[in-house]
């Protein structure tokens, strides 16, 4: 039986492990203007590394061609730092500043995702929901043996095996390729529409088999937003805005504006050498990626969606999705594809910043650049926005500036050290013992306490019966793993205690109560 148990939790591990002329001396002046830094007053360290930044981005938006950067750190629930430089439009000589508006672009995967979660929460949808319940238009081919229909979660977690984009979008990829290597001589062509989607669905096969590897879609993720603005009734713009922005306190994001906030937003630059002049770039029309890059946002609001990430399940207000929600959407979904460098969760990528494992997204539209990253265990996040991508020679100069500005705030910071053997005593079990269902009845898992561990058993499989670890109070681990990867993911209710565990992505709820609890 031992045999048994440790072949299967070989198994699991290796299954869950899963984008006008030289700006010159005009720019340079403009470099920090109406940004603001705030210091934190308790730590010496912190303020230091906070102090040097501005220095430290100057130069690096000198050498990168970059035509303005607006910047915010977050620590915790708060800003520590938030600063813009060089020029939002460079023929105006307009600065940027903390309340200049960029486009998300693929950063918009992230809110989608968002919704997807919610929606969940609430009971419209279910993480396995088929697509085509929603899309009935859905029925793409496939090579591939014994395929399922495809799920609201392959989608999110682009593990669908779904191509990158719909085949009619080729014209969009075509002509921002032609507008590079031209020098802006040649048209942009913007998406196509919602509809124009749909109809090309007859045309689309599976590129991957599902569920294995990740394979980034923008066009899963259009499909995404399609099908959940259905499922809640509410067109998708309004449902973010609604639902996500305005509870964060986003009141400068959104995907539309009026004139006097259209005035904030960028103009956007290609600059194709370290020589080379800006080119500026038309506004595009986002069509059928409003659901995939539709969003708009100042580094400030974009920087509120990272402190969500870090709030505590016992905090009031402003909290969107439970914390064991969160945490789920920064899970792998799956084992990392050969030549990839990372996973994804639900809309977030997973990966390793210094030694810590991290969540992050980039955006790019000829023009635009945007990245943000956060280190959960650390509380640390930045968020990066640009009006230039250099598509030529620094193509991601957004995420590559987080990077080399995260080991002085690492180390400022200091690391999070866990007394595993205190957390191990310390921590209440009784919360989480009980036998939780899939839907259906399909399987039963039970958890119990003996000897001061969580056991887990899978009642239809009597050889599983694993002792479990706790990571921290919504994540477990088996206790065998030395990797430590979180396998059991729990969501509690503040009247109800815990109500679901989620295990291999499959959502089990707590047995029946007696309805006089």
Known sequence: MKKCCLAVLGFLLINVTIAFGDCGDAAREAFGQKGTVELPSSDDRLDTVIQDLPQKIEAWVERTRHASVSLAIVHGREIIYSQAFG????????????????????????????????????????????????IPEYNVKSRFAAVRPTTLRQLASHTSGLPKDAPNNFWHGYSAFGFIVTGGQADLADFVSKDEVLESLEFIELEFPPDIYSHYSNLGFQLLGMALEKAAGVPFAEYLETNILQPLGMGKSGFTFDDADSSRM???????????????????????????????????????FVSLQFQDATEKGGQILSTGMLRRMRSPNSVRRPGARDSYGLGWGVVRIADYDAIEHNGALVGHGAHVSAIPELELGIVVLSNSRNHMWSAGGCKHLARELYPDLITAIGPAEADESVQRETLDLSPYEGRFVLPGGYANIELTKADGRLMMSIIEDPSFDQPMIPLNPYEFCFEEDPARTPILFFQANDERGVETVSFLSYVFRRATRDPSE
């Open 87 to 134: 020029f939002a439009d460079l023929e105006k000589q307009i600065p940027a500043t903390k309340e200049t508006i960029y486009p998300l672009a693929s950063i918009t995967k992230v809110f989608t995702a968002t919704m997807l979660a919610q929606l969940c929460e609430k009971g419209v949808v279910d993480l396995e929901t088929p697509l085509n319940k929603y």
């Open 266 to 304: 960028t103009v956007g630059y290609v600059c194709t050498g370290p020589e080379a002049p800006f080119l500026q770039t038309p506004r595009w029309m986002p069509g059928c990626a409003l659901y995939s890059g539709g969003l708009y946002a100042t580094a400030e609001d974009l920087a509120r």
